[in-house]
């Protein structure tokens, strides 16, 4: 039987409570392929705290009764660091109104229950609510299809994103570092950007 999820829209000092919590919940949700996180708990809590102190930035929570099980994260991309807004510069775009959706987790065992779907639309709205944004983005690692630990059964998100409006856009490339599973330390890791307009 599948549990009914409700959503949740929060922004500023109202996100502090669920700092720790959000912090557990990305560092277990990112172990899995693609993007084998091995996570650190005090760069997940400074990392959260952007979203408590940047403009305009939001937090949508999955909850399942009051237990928090996922979790995305939006901001406008004049407020993100200079390796995110970087390949927008370089390709000739305003960053002033592209909305800039971080990441989405969810516990695996609550999956196909429509939370992607929510969590785009609420993200977007809250994008629309701000105004000035036309356009809304998000990156996605690049993992070769022949990675040793890539999933037999592992299905890459293009198709989902595609029917949220999505377009990918290869001249949007970057690189992030982080330690893999295993690793001894930071590598770059291959980053391509997706992105729609808001109507």
Same mark, same amino acid.
């Given at each position: 039987?599948?549990?009914?999820?409700?959503?949740? *829209?929060?922004?500023?000092?109202?996100?502090?409570?669920?700092? @720790?919590?959000?912090?557990?919940?990305?560092? $277990?949700?990112?172990?899995?392929? %693609?993007?084998?996180?091995?996570?650190? @708990?005090?760069?997940? =809590?400074?990392?959260? $705290? =952007?979203?408590?102190?940047?403009?305009? &930035?939001?937090?949508?929570? /999955?909850?399942?009764?009051?237990?928090?099980?996922?979790? &995305?994260?939006?901001? @406008?991309?004049?407020?993100?660091?200079?390796?995110?807004?970087?390949?927008?510069?370089?390709?000739?775009?305003?960053?002033?109104?592209?909305?800039?959706?971080?990441? &989405?987790?969810?516990?695996?065992?609550?999956? #196909?229950?429509?939370?992607?779907? /929510?969590?785009?639309?609420?993200?977007?709205?809250?994008? *629309?609510?701000? #105004?000035?944004? =036309?356009?809304?983005?998000?990156?996605?690692?690049? *993992?070769?299809?022949?990675?040793?630990?890539? %999933?037999?059964?592992?299905?890459?998100?293009?198709?989902?994103?595609?029917?949220?409006?999505?377009?990918?856009?290869?001249?949007?490339?970057?690189?992030?570092?982080?330690?893999?599973?295993?690793?001894?330390?930071?590598?770059?890791? %291959?980053?391509?950007?997706?992105?729609?307009?808001? @109507?």
């Amino acid at each position: 039987m599948m549990t009914r999820l409700t959503f949740r *829209r929060l922004s500023g000092e109202a996100l502090h409570p669920f700092i @720790p919590e959000l912090a557990r919940l990305r560092m $277990q949700v990112f172990r899995d392929f %693609p993007y084998l996180y091995e996570g650190d @708990p005090d760069y997940e =809590t400074r990392y959260l $705290q =952007t979203y408590t102190e940047a403009p305009h &930035s939001v937090i949508v929570l /999955a909850l399942e009764g009051d237990r928090v099980v996922g979790a &995305s994260t939006g901001l @406008p991309l004049c407020h993100e660091t200079a390796d995110v807004q970087r390949p927008f510069h370089e390709a000739g775009y305003s960053i002033d109104d592209i909305f800039y959706c971080g990441e &989405s987790v969810l516990l695996a065992e609550y999956r #196909g229950q429509g939370a992607g779907v /929510a969590f785009f639309q609420q993200r977007e709205a809250h994008a *629309r609510e701000i #105004g000035g944004m =036309t356009r809304s983005c998000f990156c996605a690692v690049e *993992r070769p299809a022949t990675h040793p630990a890539r %999933p037999a059964t592992y299905q890459p998100l293009d198709q989902f994103w595609h029917h949220r409006g999505y377009e990918k856009h290869p001249e949007l490339a970057t690189h992030f570092s982080w330690r893999d599973l295993g690793e001894a330390q930071e590598t770059l890791k %291959p980053m391509t950007f997706w992105m729609k307009s808001l @109507p």
